[in-house]
């Protein structure tokens, strides 16, 4: 499993589009979008204790 983060609707639709031009005749992807606010409130349980979600990365921006 892998994941991406996006800033914005439009740059995600231009990693889906990379993801949808590479899939193989008979490979599966599943796509889930969520909003920062979703993901933070992900409860993530190993066994019987709580994990922490894991942490967006830090997007750099260069102007």
């Not at 599966?28 to 979008?33: A, G």
């Amino acid at each position: 499993m892998a994941s991406i983060y996006s800033p914005s609707r439009e740059n995600a639709a231009v990693h889906i589009g990379r993801v949808s031009s590479i899939i193989p005749p008979d490979g599966k992807v599943c796509i889930m979008q969520l909003t920062d606010k979703q993901f933070s409130e992900i409860k993530i349980y190993e066994g019987r204790k709580k994990a922490k979600p894991e942490t967006c990365s830090v997007q750099l921006e260069l102007f």
